[in-house]
């Protein structure tokens, strides 16, 4: 367990117990309710009990409604439309769900994925050539091509229309598309109030869009609208694995998503439902993020990610399932490569001193490694040693492809614009981006990110923050709280589960290291009258420190417990104060 600074948000306990009266929660809750900037009744109501009709009109994201006459037209006439995707999750439902509104309004719709190793991200012109000389008419893009001039020109000068659909950031030049559909994009008279929006929630406002414009009087079609219903499930997987702020209308999505993944139709989903043996449960933001997106990611990491889009469209239940077992093989594959390449990486950042305290980033690049894993091997060191990581898999002759996440304050996009002249191709967020190298320019581009990183991040140490909500009682500690706690969420970047501190606890038996390997402890602490359980994973360290009358401070999630039919309340330890 790594020890963090706690960020304690400020409390009113007076407020606090006023709003609760109002909204008829606890005071806990009213307080991590306020420090989330929800101070007013009806606001907080309206958190706790999101509605689809909170959803942003789709006409308000810029260049929407063009874009969407256009695609709507493309399905009156019957042109042939082809969808082009990426390989990740986001990219993986956006192109689902785009393909399954336009089959239903009748349009004559195929889709394009590139492949992660051999194509790279985003457009590439051998693509849209071949997709010209194969009779599209109309290409769509879903999360990405707001990059993409080159590529889109190819297009123009072939008589294909080009849509784009995407959240990217993008570059001085913007292609020459017949609309680009993007939430940020500062079109005179638009202001979209919600800037997040991954590229699966674009794409789910561009089929309503399109709905709209295939509607009567701009109504959606009744089979449309129940459609959208049911897509919001993929929206919500997208919006989770992509890692975009869980607020607004992006919680409204994934909230409603998730309940609908439960009793979804789509023959695809239940299929990777089942694979990830989670048939029958409510699944939550935990179940997608650790279960079943990395089993879509899988398959665009370790194969061809049009797999998953052919599980999830026009996969029947037998095949739909027999794509599922293979995602399940390429997974265990991807975390054995993945476990090889985090060993060779952490050897090499240690001796080659990034991990020291001084220094400000990781940068390492290695022939062999696999192109599609690196992206969470670099998730992987940042959470172990807090600082900005980029990874390079070189080929034979040196060309390099890479992947970056980030620390809070490092804006990943914009360091690579500034080491841009060492790079041929970069581009991505705040806290995740890729970048493609030539031969012999690696050296270069590690001493300009790291001198970059040095400048940007100053001289105070690299230490990650815990955001704590809120200080709590133990004897406030309760079923009822869980439960009025677990309202809040869906949970994720944005919308964390609330931290709780428990401050001047008292240990009264030794802890117990329990696990498989022995690596946790199992803690029971009292404050005054109350006593509870509390579990602490990867604590084993301090086990010499926690002896039975210790005093304590916890950082804690609290959670209901349920075994042999009884049901309690016990603490999952972030922290621990000695």
């Given at each position: 367990?790594?020890s963090?600074?706690?960020?304690?948000l400020?409390?009113?306990?007076?407020?606090?117990?006023?709003?609760?009266r109002?909204?008829?929660?606890?005071s806990?809750?009213?307080?991590?309710?306020?420090?989330?900037?929800?101070?007013?009744a009806?606001?907080?109501k309206?958190?706790?009990?999101?509605?689809?009709?909170?959803?942003?009109?789709?006409?308000l994201?810029?260049?929407l409604?063009?874009?969407?006459?256009?695609?709507?037209?493309?399905?009156?006439?019957?042109?042939?439309?082809?969808?082009?995707?990426d390989?990740?999750?986001?990219g993986?439902?956006?192109?689902?769900?785009?393909?399954?509104?336009?089959?239903l309004?009748?349009?004559?719709?195929?889709?394009?994925?590139?492949?992660?190793?051999?194509?790279?991200?985003?457009?590439?012109?051998?693509?849209?050539?071949?997709?010209?000389?194969?009779?599209?008419?109309?290409?769509?893009?879903?999360?990405?091509?707001?990059?993409?001039?080159?590529?889109?020109?190819?297009?123009?000068?072939?008589?294909?229309?080009?849509v784009?659909?995407?959240?990217?950031?993008w570059?001085?030049?913007?292609?020459?598309?017949?609309?680009?559909?993007?939430?940020?994009?500062?079109?005179?008279?638009?202001?979209?109030?919600?800037?997040?929006?991954?590229?699966?929630?674009?794409?789910?406002?561009?089929?309503?869009?399109?709905?709209?414009?295939?509607?009567?009087?701009?109504?959606v079609?009744?089979?449309?609208?129940?459609?959208?219903?049911d897509?919001?499930?993929?929206?919500?997987?997208?919006?989770?694995?992509?890692?975009?702020?869980?607020i607004?209308?992006?919680?409204?999505?994934?909230?409603?998503?998730?309940?609908?993944?439960?009793?979804?139709k789509?023959?695809?989903?239940?299929?990777?439902?089942a694979?990830?043996?989670?048939?029958?449960?409510?699944?939550?933001?935990?179940?997608?993020?650790?279960?079943?997106?990395p089993?879509?990611?899988?398959?665009?990491?370790?194969?061809?990610?049009?797999?998953?889009v052919?599980?999830?469209?026009?996969?029947?239940?037998?095949?739909?399932?027999?794509?599922?077992?293979?995602?399940?093989?390429?997974?265990r594959?991807?975390?054995?490569?993945?476990?090889?390449?985090?060993?060779?990486?952490?050897?090499?950042?240690?001796?080659?001193?990034d991990?020291?305290?001084?220094?400000?980033a990781?940068?390492?690049?290695?022939?062999?490694?696999h192109?599609?894993v690196?992206?969470?091997?670099?998730?992987?060191?940042?959470?172990?040693?807090?600082?900005?990581?980029?990874?390079?898999?070189?080929?034979?002759?040196?060309?390099?492809?890479?992947?970056?996440?980030?620390?809070?304050?490092?804006?990943?996009?914009?360091?690579?614009t500034?080491?841009?002249?060492?790079?041929?191709r970069?581009?991505?967020?705040?806290?995740?981006?890729?970048?493609a190298?030539?031969?012999?320019?690696?050296?270069d581009?590690?001493?300009?990110?790291?001198?970059?990183?040095?400048a940007?991040?100053g001289?105070?140490?690299?230490?990650?923050?815990l955001?704590?909500?809120?200080?709590?009682?133990?004897?406030?500690?309760?079923?009822?709280?869980?439960?009025?706690?677990?309202?809040?969420g869906?949970?994720?970047?944005?919308?964390?589960?609330?931290?709780?501190?428990?401050?001047?606890?008292t240990l009264?038996?030794?802890?117990?290291?329990?696990g498989?390997?022995g690596?946790?402890?199992?803690?029971?602490?009292?404050?005054?009258?109350?006593?509870m359980?509390?579990?602490?994973?990867?604590?084993?360290a301090?086990?010499?420190k926690?002896?039975?009358?210790?005093s304590?401070?916890?950082?804690?999630?609290?959670?209901?417990?349920?075994?042999?039919?009884?049901?309690?309340?016990?603490?999952?330890?972030?922290?621990?104060?000695v």
């Open positions: 367990m790594k963090r600074l706690w960020d304690i400020p409390g009113d306990e007076s407020a606090a117990s006023e709003l609760a109002q909204i008829n929660t606890s806990l809750t009213a307080q991590v309710l306020m420090n989330r900037g929800l101070v007013a009806d606001a907080c309206s958190f706790l009990n999101p509605q689809l009709k909170d959803l942003i009109d789709p006409a994201i810029p260049g409604t063009v874009g969407a006459e256009r695609i709507a037209r493309a399905v009156r006439d019957k042109e042939k439309i082809v969808i082009y995707g390989y990740d999750v986001d993986i439902t956006a192109t689902t769900i785009l393909w399954h509104a336009l089959r309004l009748g349009g004559d719709v195929h889709y394009y994925i590139p492949h992660r190793v051999d194509e790279g991200y985003g457009l590439n012109t051998e693509s849209i050539i071949q997709l010209a000389s194969e009779g599209a008419k109309l290409i769509i893009t879903v999360d990405c091509g707001v990059t993409a001039v080159e590529p889109v020109k190819a297009a123009r000068e072939r008589g294909v229309d080009v784009i659909s995407d959240h990217h950031d570059k001085d030049e913007l292609p020459d598309a017949t609309a680009i559909v993007h939430p940020r994009l500062p079109l005179p008279g638009f202001s979209y109030a919600n800037p997040h929006l991954c590229g699966a929630g674009v794409a789910f406002k561009l089929a309503w869009g399109v709905g709209q414009a295939m509607g009567v009087g701009g109504r079609p009744e089979a449309m609208k129940w459609f959208l219903v897509a919001t499930a993929l929206a919500a997987l997208g919006t989770i694995a992509d890692v975009v702020p869980l607004g209308e992006n919680r409204v999505l994934a909230r409603f998503g998730l309940g609908g993944l439960k009793q979804t789509l023959e695809g989903l239940r299929a990777l439902i694979g990830a043996q989670l048939d029958g449960q409510t699944i939550d933001s935990f179940h997608v993020g650790f279960l079943l997106a089993r879509l990611n899988a398959c665009g990491r370790m194969g061809h990610a049009k797999l998953a052919e599980m999830l469209t026009d996969a029947n239940a037998a095949r739909a399932a027999e794509i599922a077992t293979y995602l399940e093989t390429q997974n594959q991807r975390q054995a490569v993945e476990r090889g390449i985090v060993e060779e990486a952490v050897a090499m950042a240690i001796e080659l001193g991990t020291a305290e001084d220094s400000r990781i940068v390492l690049a290695k022939k062999g490694w192109q599609g690196i992206g969470i091997v670099a998730s992987r060191l940042v959470d172990r040693f807090h600082k900005p990581t980029v990874l390079i898999a070189l080929d034979e002759d040196g060309t390099g492809h890479g992947s970056a996440r980030s620390v809070a304050g490092f804006h990943l996009a914009k360091a690579f500034a080491c841009g002249q060492h790079l041929t970069h581009g991505g967020h705040e806290m995740a981006a890729g970048l190298i030539a031969p012999g320019k690696f050296d581009f590690r001493a300009a990110f790291i001198a970059h990183a040095t940007t991040l001289s105070n140490p690299l230490v990650p923050t955001r704590v909500d809120v200080i709590a009682r133990l004897d406030q500690v309760s079923e009822a709280l869980c439960k009025e706690m677990d309202r809040l869906p949970f994720g970047n944005g919308n964390p589960r609330p931290m709780l501190a428990c401050e001047d606890l009264t038996a030794a802890p117990r290291r329990v498989k390997n690596d946790h402890l199992q803690l029971h602490v009292r404050q005054g009258e109350r006593f359980k509390a579990i602490a994973f990867n604590a084993a301090l086990l010499d926690l002896q039975p009358g210790t304590i401070s916890l950082a804690v999630l609290p959670q209901i417990n349920e075994f042999n039919g009884r049901i309690s309340v016990e603490l999952e330890v972030k922290d621990i104060r």
